[in-house]
């Protein structure tokens, strides 16, 4: 009754359930089949599919299929959260595409998602392994300023 209330239906919590379990295990395209039905149901996806969906395709690399998933979801009225939005950057990160994190980073602000210490480490982590260390320190100092504490990652 509680999911009813905000407006989260069961079926899309069970989709949601097996699909993060079928990318648990590597079965990417028994995830995406799984998807595909759960749209043509008319059962929406809520942030939290988008995320599981959008994770395993930055994982593996797949940075095309995931702007275009990301794409559907903002088609769709889903809003990215700060969680969504580092799932992005680090997949740009893992396929070197640092220019598409910044962006990622400037647009996530700029659309009241305020950058957390995880989407800071993403983009200094992406910086140093560009030999950009000016950029870094200067992303860091920023974080500081900010109130955002560093971690251990940091």
Not at 31 to 45: C, D, S, T, W, Y
Not at 81 to 108: P, Q
Request: net charge positive; hydrophobic share 40%.
């Amino acid at each position: 009754m509680e999911m009813k209330g905000r407006g989260i239906h069961a079926y899309s919590v069970i989709y949601t359930s097996l699909i993060l379990g079928l990318c648990c295990v590597g079965e990417w395209e028994e995830a995406e089949i799984l998807f595909k039905e759960m749209l043509n149901q008319g059962v929406h996806p809520t942030i939290v599919t988008f995320s599981v969906l959008l994770d395993e395709l930055c994982k593996t690399g797949k940075m095309d299929e995931a702007n275009k998933l990301y794409k559907l979801m903002i088609q769709r009225g889903v809003q990215p959260n700060t969680y969504t939005y580092s799932i992005l950057m680090d997949g740009y990160c893992l396929v070197g595409r640092i220019h598409d994190v910044e962006k990622l980073f400037v647009s996530m602000a700029s659309k009241g998602c305020m950058p957390n210490v995880v989407s800071y480490n993403i983009l200094i982590n992406g910086y140093c392994k560009n030999k950009k260390v000016d950029k870094a320190m200067s992303l860091y100092r920023e974080m500081i300023s900010k109130g955002s504490r560093p971690n251990v990652v940091t």
